[in-house]
């Protein structure tokens, strides 16, 4: 089992950027494959990017690809998520996820841990 707990979100103007981080507990972190996930008032959760367990593979939403990078420090029990260029339309909470395997998902019924979410706020 995992327990996560992100932050890094916050209040910020288009065209800055931010970075999430997401800390796991439990000495199996490098087994699991890792995923952000955003939800914007009124809309359903949705996939922003994932991870493998070695980091080896990564997988973005079209509407973050070349804006968002995910990435992962196993040593110190990490995930990141780099999210430069933000719109207002980035505006959401975003969620880490664990999911268990060796391959990733865009699927969030595929991940069992969940995060308790960051905001994250861009102003126009």
């Known amino acids: 089992q995992v327990q996560l707990v992100e932050s890094g979100g916050g209040l910020v103007q288009a065209g800055g950027s931010l970075r999430l981080s997401c800390a796991a507990s439990?000495?199996?972190?490098?087994?699991?494959?890792m995923g952000w996930f955003r939800q914007a008032p009124g809309k359903e959760r949705e996939f922003v990017a994932s991870?493998?367990?070695?980091?080896?593979?990564?997988y973005y939403a079209d509407s973050v690809k070349g804006r968002f990078t995910i990435s992962r420090d196993n040593a110190k029990n990490t995930v990141y998520l780099q999210m430069n260029s933000l719109k207002p339309e980035d505006t959401a909470v975003y969620y880490c996820?664990?999911?268990?395997?060796?391959?990733?998902?865009?699927?969030?019924?595929?991940?069992?841990?969940w995060g308790q979410g960051t905001q994250v706020t861009v102003s126009s």
């Open positions: 996820a664990a999911r268990s395997g060796a391959y990733t998902s865009r699927r969030a019924v595929e991940y069992a841990y």
């Open positions: 439990g000495r199996t972190f490098s087994s699991y494959t």
């Open positions: 991870i493998s367990w070695s980091g080896g593979a990564t």
